[in-house]
Antibody, heavy 123, light 111 residues
């Protein structure tokens, strides 16, 4: 079955970076987008970015441009999301999700989610 | 990009039907049929319940249905069961610089 398994919780200092992994299994890794979202406590989800695992092309939320980098390793069917210059407001649960049935500028709906990774930014 | 507006909580008795609203704008819900609904139990990953306004993924109970009118989408749960008690949130594709927007979330309580 389709599965996305994320790396474990992280505690980081302000100004540092975090890199979270999302390992896909159960389907052809190159055929579906992988999105990244995050949810701070008591807040709604926020879309962060996307990667096309086939060609490696990415798009990022404007507010995170310059701080977020999403990459993939086709050999291990793994997507990575790195967020730099961390601040306390980046404390959140981070999710990867598979996007399917996209067309044109629409990158699909999220049919499978990773279990989430808690990132805590604290001095 | 503002979040989609949902009621904070909705409750119902077993067997009843409840409806959760998700109000957006003419830049998202009102213009695209790309509205999804998710169920999330505490500490678990979100689960897709409805996509493209009113389509159910394989394996999701037909007690769950979706609809849309203007800028507001709705999720209806009929024949409410104890296992339906969870948080529910909507999402929509948007025409703004942020391609996806999410709802504020609704806690469903089965009385």
């Amino acid at each position: 079955q389709v599965q996305l398994v994320q790396s474990g919780a992280e505690v980081k200092k302000p100004g540092s970076s975090v890199k979270i992994s999302c390992k896909a299994s159960g389907y052809d890794f190159t055929t579906s987008y992988i999105h990244w979202m995050r949810q701070a406590a008591g807040q709604e989800l926020e879309w962060m970015g996307i990667i096309n695992p086939s060609g490696g092309t990415t798009e990022y939320a404007q507010k995170l441009q310059g701080r977020i980098t999403v990459t993939r390793d086709r050999s291990t069917s793994t997507v990575y999301m790195e967020l730099s210059s961390l601040r306390s407001e980046d404390t959140a649960v981070y999710y990867c999700a598979r996007g399917v049935s996209g067309s044109g500028n629409y990158w699909g709906y999220f049919d499978q989610w990773g279990q989430g990774t808690l990132v805590t930014v604290s001095s | 990009q503002s979040a989609l507006t949902q009621p904070a909580s909705v409750s119902g008795s077993p067997g009843q039907a409840i409806t959760i609203s998700c109000t957006g704008t003419s830049s998202d819900v009102g213009v695209y049929n790309y509205v999804s609904w998710f169920q999330q139990h505490p500490g678990q990953a979100p689960q897709l319940m409805i996509y493209d306004v009113n389509y159910r993924p394989s394996g999701v109970s037909n007690r769950f249905s979706g609809s849309k009118s203007g800028n507001t989408a709705s999720l209806t749960i009929s024949g409410l069961q104890a296992e339906d008690e969870a948080d529910y949130f909507c999402s929509s594709f948007t025409s703004t610089s942020t391609p996806y927007v999410f709802g504020t979330g609704t806690k469903v309580t089965v009385l």
